[in-house]
């Protein structure tokens, strides 16, 4: 059939080519799944990034939705209305984004459940309102109420009222039912008494009604208010659910994606490996049907083959012919070929290298990623402190106020007025020092930021401003005072670091004991490559135990001592806002302390040491 060489040479080309095509339609087949597949991915990408966007506005959305009620930030109710916008915004983005999948009608009950739940909020804000405007009629309409009811000057009415008056407190504070039904059955002992008595007149009588109508109001908006809250808190957690159940299948479709796509490679694999067969065996046929005058360069391509095979990628078809002999052809077209594969393995080992470098960054963003989470658990547990602290000796006062409350009304029920001027004068000391207490928080809330640009500060000129708030216990304790380091310089906030000064002074100040010749050191030394800044004194000194206590909240190491026991922590917040770190020397009971601080430095100047007098 196939006479000569050239036909059964041209006929077995014929059947690679074939085979070629057919590869070469496979591999455009296969390509262009994985080209749309990608694309898919990359969609889904997109949307499950949109629902974590989504879901971490909306927890953002619940914490300024709870600061609105309990009022802890003025301008809440704007950051709540910036996030609703942020929400609907990024809805609108994730819906679009979605077309296609199934996430549009999920996106859709989510977009219902926020309009409800803004609808709620809405009705709950109100009604919060409504309730205050409520509490302020209730007061006002007992007060009328009592106000009436002294006026009849009869002594029996007396003890009803004021447990009239401690049911009311009651049901202010908690809202319950049973609170409000015996305020209720109060309301109407009292009018039956009158009633008894003969001293129920229309003016007394309205008195009563105008204040059970105004109670019942008020207890219906309170049942309104939590039946809305029921509903709002069910749709907060039906949003939640419901977002993260898109977001949980949004990524189980991705992963399908990707097991599709490994899918699509792997039979792309399989048919490379069979279209390299079929070219492997065709080439045998064809080195057994040509004559001997190709077997030359045939042999030239095989042992270029199986240089490749064992490594040396350089070695290239040499035989030297005539350029039109097919053979020939095929050697400088394998020749090409290694050349291109040579330079497909370089870009290949230059995308694994990139390869390598994305998973060390993405090893790194974990690491960093860690660092943050144990960060956040260092600030929670310090946040609990704080709050146990503040609580706690917040409580005291309280405590002391409640208790002498109830003197207050023994004494003036039996009209003792020289103790209850005694339980008045406690009530006001007990209230004096919750608003120390409270001050000296706020002020430890406010330095979270510097309230003023830093600037270049000589140290000396702080010292000075810092002596002369103190010069009036520094005097009175006849205390010497040395600067040293006059001509270094501090950058930072000065308001900020005089108080920083002030705080120690004070401190040391009250610390000093019974020490004969008080002394005060300030100045700073070079540490290596920062500068320490201190404070020194002569005074009770410190034990090792206290070195980090006292600088904690309310911490104070006699109870005696005058004061909130919030200096320190003052202190050590500023010095952590402005980067530095600050910590006490002692070497013990009866030796005095240094208390040590760094700022970043910026300038700084040789040390010489002054004795200034106190600014009186």
Same mark, same amino acid.
């Given at each position: 059939?196939?006479?000569?060489?050239?036909?059964?040479?041209?006929?077995?080309?014929?059947?690679?080519?074939?085979?070629?095509?057919?590869?070469?339609?496979?591999?455009?087949?296969?390509?262009?799944?994985?080209?749309?597949?990608?694309?898919?991915?990359?969609?889904?990408?997109?949307?499950?990034?949109?629902?974590?966007?989504?879901?971490?506005?909306?927890?953002?959305?619940?914490?300024?939705?709870?600061?609105?009620?309990?009022?802890?930030?003025?301008?809440?109710?704007?950051?709540?209305?910036?996030?609703?916008?942020?929400?609907?915004?990024?809805?609108?983005?994730?819906?679009?984004?979605?077309?296609?999948?199934?996430?549009?009608?999920?996106?859709?009950?989510?977009?219902?459940?926020?309009?409800?739940?803004?609808?709620?909020?809405?009705?709950?804000?109100?009604?919060?309102?409504?309730?205050?405007?409520?509490?302020?009629?209730?007061?006002?309409?007992?007060?009328? /109420?009592?106000? &009436?009811? +002294?006026?009849?000057?009869? *002594?029996?009415? !007396?003890?009803? %009222? $004021?447990?009239?008056?401690?049911?009311?407190?009651?049901?202010?504070?908690?809202?319950?039912?049973?609170?409000?039904?015996?305020?209720?059955?109060?309301?109407?002992?009292?009018?039956?008494?009158?009633?008894?008595?003969?001293?129920?007149?229309?003016?007394?009588?309205?008195?009563?009604?105008?204040?059970?109508?105004?109670?019942?109001?008020?207890?219906?908006?309170?049942?309104?208010?939590?039946?809305?809250?029921?509903?709002?808190?069910?749709?907060?957690?039906?949003?939640?659910?419901?977002?993260?159940?898109?977001?949980?299948?949004?990524?189980?479709?991705?992963?399908?994606?990707?097991?599709?796509?490994?899918?699509?490679?792997?039979? /792309?694999?399989? &048919?490379? +490996?069979?279209?390299?067969? *079929?070219?492997? !065996?065709?080439? %045998? $046929?064809?080195?057994?049907?040509?004559?001997?005058?190709?077997?030359?360069?045939?042999?030239?391509?095989?042992?270029?083959?199986?240089?490749?095979?064992?490594?040396?990628?350089?070695?290239?078809?040499?035989?030297?012919?005539?350029?039109?002999?097919?053979?020939?052809?095929?050697?400088?077209?394998?020749?090409?070929?290694?050349?291109?594969?040579?330079?497909?393995?370089?870009?290949?080992?230059?995308?694994?290298?990139?390869?390598?470098?994305?998973?060390?960054?993405?090893?790194?963003?974990?690491?960093?990623?860690?660092?943050?989470?144990?960060?956040?658990?260092?600030?929670?547990?310090?946040?609990?402190?704080?709050?146990?602290?503040?609580?706690?000796?917040?409580?005291?006062?309280?405590?002391?106020?409640?208790?002498?409350?109830?003197? $207050?009304?023994?004494?003036?029920?039996?009209?003792?007025?020289?103790?209850?001027?005694?339980?008045?004068?406690?009530?006001?000391?007990?209230?004096?020092?919750?608003?120390?207490?409270?001050?000296?928080?706020?002020?430890?809330?406010?330095?979270?930021?510097?309230?003023?640009?830093?600037?270049?500060?000589?140290?000396?000129?702080?010292?000075?401003?810092?002596?002369?708030?103190?010069?009036?216990?520094?005097?009175?304790?006849?205390?010497?005072?040395?600067?040293?380091?006059?001509?270094?310089?501090?950058?930072?906030?000065?308001?900020?670091?005089?108080?920083?000064?002030?705080?120690?002074?004070?401190?040391?100040?009250?610390?000093?004991?019974?020490?004969?010749?008080?002394?005060?050191?300030?100045?700073?030394?070079?540490?290596?490559?920062?500068?320490?800044?201190?404070?020194?004194?002569?005074?009770?000194?410190?034990?090792?135990?206290?070195?980090?206590?006292?600088?904690?909240?309310?911490?104070?190491?006699?109870?005696?001592?005058?004061?909130?026991?919030?200096?320190?922590?003052?202190?050590?917040?500023?010095?952590?806002?402005?980067?530095?770190?600050?910590?006490?020397?002692?070497?013990?009971?009866?030796?005095?302390?240094?208390?040590?601080?760094?700022?970043?430095?910026?300038?700084?100047?040789?040390?010489?040491?002054?004795?200034?007098?106190?600014?009186?």
């Amino acid at each position: 059939m196939f006479r000569t060489i050239n036909q059964k040479f041209y006929t077995i080309a014929g059947v690679l080519v074939v085979l070629f095509c057919l590869s070469y339609v496979q591999v455009a087949y296969f390509i262009n799944q994985q080209t749309r597949m990608a694309a898919q991915g990359e969609q889904i990408i997109g949307v499950e990034r949109d629902i974590r966007n989504l879901l971490n506005l909306f927890f953002r959305l619940r914490y300024w939705g709870r600061a609105v009620f309990t009022q802890d930030f003025p301008d809440a109710e704007r950051h709540f209305g910036q996030i609703m916008v942020q929400m609907k915004s990024q809805l609108s983005t994730a819906r679009t984004r979605s077309k296609g999948t199934f996430i549009p009608r999920e996106l859709e009950r989510v977009a219902q459940l926020l309009a409800t739940y803004e609808q709620d909020f809405n009705q709950l804000i109100q009604l919060n309102t409504d309730h205050r405007l409520q509490r302020t009629r209730l007061d006002s309409s007992y007060q009328s /109420l009592s106000s &009436s009811i +002294l006026a009849v000057g009869s *002594l029996n009415f !007396l003890k009803p %009222l $004021l447990v009239a008056a401690h049911f009311q407190m009651g049901y202010v504070s908690n809202h319950q039912q049973t609170e409000y039904q015996a305020l209720q059955v109060v309301i109407d002992s009292l009018k039956s008494k009158f009633a008894q008595a003969n001293l129920l007149d229309e003016r007394l009588d309205g008195y009563m009604d105008s204040y059970r109508r105004v109670l019942e109001e008020d207890f219906s908006i309170n049942q309104r208010f939590k039946t809305i809250a029921q509903q709002f808190n069910t749709t907060s957690v039906a949003l939640t659910e419901l977002i993260n159940a898109i977001s949980g299948q949004a990524e189980t479709l991705l992963n399908e994606e990707f097991m599709a796509a490994q899918t699509i490679r792997e039979r /792309l694999k399989f &048919s490379f +490996l069979m279209s390299s067969t *079929l070219s492997a !065996l065709a080439l %045998l $046929l064809i080195l057994m049907i040509v004559a001997r005058k190709i077997v030359r360069p045939v042999r030239s391509v095989a042992r270029v083959i199986r240089d490749i095979r064992t490594g040396k990628t350089a070695s290239r078809f040499d035989f030297t012919g005539t350029p039109k002999d097919e053979i020939v052809q095929l050697g400088l077209t394998f020749n090409d070929m290694l050349d291109m594969l040579e330079q497909k393995n370089s870009q290949l080992i230059t995308y694994q290298k990139e390869l390598e470098a994305k998973v060390q960054e993405l090893a790194a963003r974990q690491q960093e990623r860690e660092h943050l989470i144990d960060a956040l658990e260092v600030k929670n547990a310090e946040l609990e402190r704080f709050t146990y602290t503040v609580s706690h000796d917040l409580k005291s006062p309280l405590v002391t106020i409640r208790g002498f409350l109830g003197f $207050l009304e023994e004494d003036a029920a039996i009209g003792d007025l020289p103790r209850m001027k005694t339980d008045m004068a406690r009530i006001a000391e007990a209230t004096e020092k919750m608003q120390w207490l409270l001050n000296d928080l706020l002020e430890l809330s406010r330095i979270g930021r510097l309230m003023h640009p830093p600037e270049v500060i000589a140290l000396e000129e702080i010292v000075r401003e810092a002596l002369e708030t103190v010069s009036g216990h520094l005097n009175a304790k006849n205390v010497k005072i040395k600067i040293a380091a006059d001509r270094q310089l501090l950058y930072g906030d000065r308001q900020r670091l005089r108080e920083v000064f002030e705080n120690l002074l004070d401190n040391a100040l009250k610390y000093l004991g019974a020490q004969p010749v008080p002394e005060i050191l300030i100045g700073a030394r070079s540490a290596g490559d920062e500068m320490v800044y201190y404070v020194q004194d002569n005074g009770i000194g410190l034990a090792p135990p206290y070195r980090e206590k006292i600088f904690g909240l309310f911490e104070k190491l006699d109870p005696t001592v005058e004061g909130t026991g919030v200096g320190l922590a003052i202190v050590k917040r500023v010095i952590e806002v402005h980067g530095g770190r600050i910590w006490v020397e002692s070497k013990g009971i009866g030796h005095g302390s240094t208390f040590c601080f760094t700022l970043p430095a910026k300038l700084g100047s040789d040390a010489q040491q002054t004795v200034y007098p106190v600014v009186a």
